[in-house]
């Protein structure tokens, strides 16, 4: 009698959480299939020229709505695995600015515009020039050759 007793309030207990959380299952799971119809994933490649293909250490990342109605929708520092990143942003079309960080690629620049649509590659490519270490001592200025005849204040009209 008293197993009988026992056994009921554990039914009860396991009713009353999966009744707890069957609901809030659903509720969790709703939201993600929302968002996943709003929104896309966005995969940024960086080719490097150079035949060593060094990867990039770090990225700043910019997405500027194209119709100029929003400024930074995604602001943020990336770092790249295997020179890619991929980016969930809202579903339209951006300007996209990158600015390569780190001792590889020295403040390098990078803009482009792409048209983000739910399901579909939405994928860009960006060519990195080839750079390389700065050694002191290894620039060579040319030497500049002055003409005082040219200045404008010799000039007379």
């Known amino acids: 009698m008293k197993t009988q007793v026992t056994i009921k309030k554990t039914i009860l207990r396991k009713g009353a959480i999966l009744a707890f959380l069957i609901p809030l299952y659903l509720l969790v799971a709703g939201a993600h299939h929302k968002a996943?119809?709003?929104?896309?994933?966005?995969?940024?490649t960086l080719h490097t020229?150079?035949?060593s293909n060094k990867s990039v250490d770090s990225v700043?990342?910019?997405?500027d709505k194209f119709d100029r109605t929003g400024a930074g929708i995604v602001k943020q520092v990336y770092y790249p695995v295997r020179n890619q990143i991929s980016i969930i942003i809202p579903k339209?079309?951006?300007y996209v600015d990158l600015i390569c960080l780190g001792g590889t690629h020295n403040r390098e620049h990078l803009d482009g515009v792409?048209?983000?649509?739910?399901?579909?590659?939405?994928a860009i490519l960006f060519h990195l020039k080839e750079s390389a270490v700065f050694e002191p001592g290894?620039?060579?200025?040319?030497a500049e050759k002055i003409d005082p005849s040219n200045f404008s204040i010799t000039h007379i009209n």
Not at 36 to 44: L, M, P, Q
Not at 138 to 142: F, L, Q
């Open 36 to 44: 996943a119809r709003d929104s896309a994933a966005v995969t940024i």
């Open 49 to 51: 020229v150079s035949t």
């Open 60 to 63: 700043l990342v910019i997405f």
């Open 92 to 94: 339209g079309k951006y």
């Open 114 to 122: 792409v048209n983000a649509k739910v399901n579909k590659r939405n």
């Open 138 to 142: 290894s620039v060579r200025m040319p």
